[in-house]
């Protein structure tokens, strides 16, 4: 029986969805790393990003920023945060997924707000709005468009990362490769397989419904028209 045969046997068992440590366990710790990461960095990342592109400093802080927390290697966090007063589990796991979920959300905040419309700027400071107005009620509205890009990239990518957890005893569906790697290829090769299936089907599904969701806040006039273009280009 091959790999593929095995992780289609061992998915079949209902037992592995059910029982303590099972597959639904393992998807809810998931799913709790993923959503307190990315909830960390929107935190961090969206204020720094807005206020820097309502004021029109600091492109090249948010370049470095971005650079340095791209440079630091995820796996090498996890190694070094369960060796500070964090210690293991779930806690430095979520640390080190939002320091990775930043640059995505820091770079779209920025640039959604630097790519309001001057002329928008000038007609909302002709009418006495306030510096603080102007972000709150013109440029955030019109940059919601690139928040929910940062937003959608960011929580793929912590989604898709989150399976190294197991590293450190932090949960997730991680865990099922870990355990599968634990009895040995010839064994748990089919384990592996399945809960690298798992991973990769959970991350496509956020992908595709936090596509869905940016297009429904998207307002309708800031839409990519992207039919139309593609329409337009192919004429």
Do not use: K
């Amino acid at each position: 029986m091959n790999a593929i045969d095995q992780a289609i046997l061992w998915l079949n068992d209902p037992l592995n969805w059910t029982n303590p440590g099972g597959i639904l366990d393992r998807l809810g710790e998931h799913l709790w790393i993923s959503f307190a990461a990315v909830l960390i960095g929107c935190l961090v990342a969206w204020p720094i990003g807005l206020w820097l592109g309502h004021t029109g400093r600091g492109g090249g802080v948010v370049v470095l920023i971005s650079n340095v927390t791209l440079a630091i290697p995820t796996v090498a966090l996890l190694t070094i945060l369960p060796l500070t007063p964090l210690g293991f589990g779930q806690r430095p796991v979520i640390l080190a997924l939002a320091v990775f979920a930043v640059p995505p959300l820091l770079a779209n905040a920025y640039t959604g707000v630097r790519q309001v419309d001057p002329e928008a700027r000038d007609a909302a400071r002709g009418m006495g709005l306030s510096g603080r107005q102007l972000l709150t009620r013109v440029e955030l509205p019109l940059a919601v468009p690139y928040l929910a890009t940062g937003f959608r990239t960011a929580s793929v990518q912590v989604v898709a990362t989150a399976a190294l957890a197991s590293f450190v005893n932090g949960g997730g569906l991680g865990q099922i490769i870990s355990a599968g790697f634990g009895l040995g290829m010839s064994v748990g090769g089919g384990q592996i397989l399945a809960g690298a299936l798992l991973v990769a089907l959970l991350a496509l599904g956020i992908e595709g419904l936090l596509a869905l969701a940016e297009r429904a806040l998207t307002p309708r006039p800031l839409r990519r028209p992207g039919r139309f273009r593609r329409r337009a280009a192919t004429a």
